[in-house]
């Protein structure tokens, strides 16, 4: 038998933004929960649907023009590794809650999640490429002279051209080898870490928690009272703040507490929500996307560009 052979990309291609271990705290008894959305225009409307069939980008996270065995290097590498850590810490969450010991590379696992979760959106990938391909190619001169000691004769003339040439399959590694330290940040994961958690169980509430695609709800992570917070279920609530920011948590009433949430989680979504049933639609249709709030991706000007090895 002659002729050309085939090879299939068999690898996932959808990338889910929004875990589903996530998502499935929200899943009704036959696996479904209820994805919000405006689909068609200024109208919300509610879908029951999979949590593998919503939250997710085809190859989101994918290296462009890249063979497909090296092309989800990130998916597979770093955001799979990452959301199988959080799903074991929210499994412990749901058992235990806080009670034992817990080790720093576990609250490190949980940390680096929360974190993800304010970077990996459809528009922080589109915003990391956007300001990639332009300022990519704009080394400074340490990098060119650094270029041009070791260029040979056959090599561009500049460093400049040299990276403007490059095809994306080799430039797109540099983006997410800067990427992954904005997730992975040892700063702001070490003060994450050192906060006080705590876990609001809501079973006494008039309604449910919603989540979104902006589903953390924060304010300043060094200002007294600041705090980071999470839906994790219908009703339970994490949160990461002072010990005294949770003793005045623990003071709200509980239908006051979930409501707020509810109102940051959906006002700051970009463009989908979801909760277990479409019973706060009327919420939801009011409120979506109201105050965006942008993830924290804010790409430093590059002090250097390094020729590649």
């Known amino acids: 038998m002659t002729g050309n052979v085939l090879l299939y990309d068999n690898k996932p291609k959808r990338h889910h933004y929004i875990p589903v271990f996530y998502l499935k705290r929200w899943s009704g008894p036959d696996g479904r929960l209820c994805e919000f959305s405006r689909p068609f225009g200024p109208r919300v409307k509610p879908r029951m649907t999979h949590p593998t069939g919503t939250g997710f980008e085809e190859r989101l996270y994918s290296i462009r023009d890249a063979d497909p065995h090296v092309a989800n290097i990130l998916e597979e590498r770093f955001f799979q590794v990452t959301d199988t850590q959080a799903a074991r810490i929210l499994e412990r969450f749901e058992r235990t809650g806080l009670a034992g010991e817990w080790s720093g590379d576990d609250r490190s696992a949980w940390s680096r999640f929360l974190i993800s979760l304010v970077l990996r959106a459809p528009s922080d990938i589109a915003a990391l490429r956007a300001h990639w391909d332009i300022t990519f190619s704009e080394p400074d001169a340490d990098a060119e002279q650094a270029y041009q000691d070791q260029r040979s004769i056959s090599d561009a003339p500049t460093f400049r051209e040299h ?29 994450i870490n050192g906060m006080f958690w705590s876990i609001a169980n809501t079973g006494s509430a008039k309604f449910e928690f919603l989540t979104s695609d902006r589903p953390v709800v924060r304010r300043g992570l060094n200002d007294p009272g600041g705090h980071i917070a999470l839906p994790i279920g219908p009703r339970k609530l994490f949160v990461a703040s002072s010990k005294a920011t949770y003793d005045q948590f623990k003071k709200m009433n509980v239908n006051d507490l979930v409501r707020q949430v509810n109102r940051e989680v959906v006002e700051h979504a970009e463009k989908l929500v979801f909760g277990s049933s479409d019973a706060q639609l009327r919420f939801v249709s009011n409120r979506l996307g109201a105050e965006p709030q942008p993830g924290l991706l804010r790409v430093r000007e590059r002090k250097s560009t390094r020729p590649p090895e």
């Open 163 to 191: 990276l403007k040439s490059m095809p994306l399959s080799r430039s797109d590694p540099f983006l997410f080898d800067a990427f992954v330290p904005m997730i992975d940040n040892i700063k702001i994961g070490t003060r």
